[in-house]
Nanobody
Framework: QVQLVESGGGLVQAGGSLRLSCAAS????????MGWYRQAPGKQRELVAA???????NYADSVKGRFTISRDNANDTVYLQMNSLAPEDTAVYYC??????????????WGKGTLVTVSS
């Protein structure tokens, strides 16, 4: 079974920083796009940032210049460095990855989420 496990969430004051990590485990043949999504209370889940195997990145306009996504392909891990956090960044952050197991096709997997709370 493939698992995505996030860590690094927590409570931080406005203007502060957090670094989220997400590690994929299981019988993984390859991973293509990895990304972070978030869902605030009462809102739909939205893309925060994504990164390809080659390091091409994509960011939501609301986080450009503040958040940085990166990945460690050797360890099947993706990171999200979040700086200058604001209360509107408060949400559950989910890791997502396109993963191909041995003998199968690519499928999209999700982590269980990690809560980020930014106090004003």
């Amino acid at each position: 079974q493939v698992q995505l496990v996030e860590s690094g969430g927590g409570l931080v004051q406005a203007g502060g920083s957090l670094r989220l990590s997400c590690a994929a485990s299981g019988r993984i043949f390859s991973i293509n796009v990895m990304g972070w999504y978030r869902q605030a209370p009462g809102k739909q889940r939205e893309l925060v940032a994504a990164i390809t195997t080659d390091g091409i990145t994509n960011y939501a306009d609301s986080v450009k210049g503040r958040f940085t996504i990166s990945r460690d392909n050797a360890n099947d891990t993706v990171y999200l460095q979040m700086n200058s956090l604001a209360p509107e960044d408060t949400a559950v952050y989910y890791c997502s990855a396109g993963i191909r197991q041995y003998g199968t096709y690519y499928m999209n997997y999700w982590g269980k989420g990690t809560l980020v709370t930014v106090s004003s």
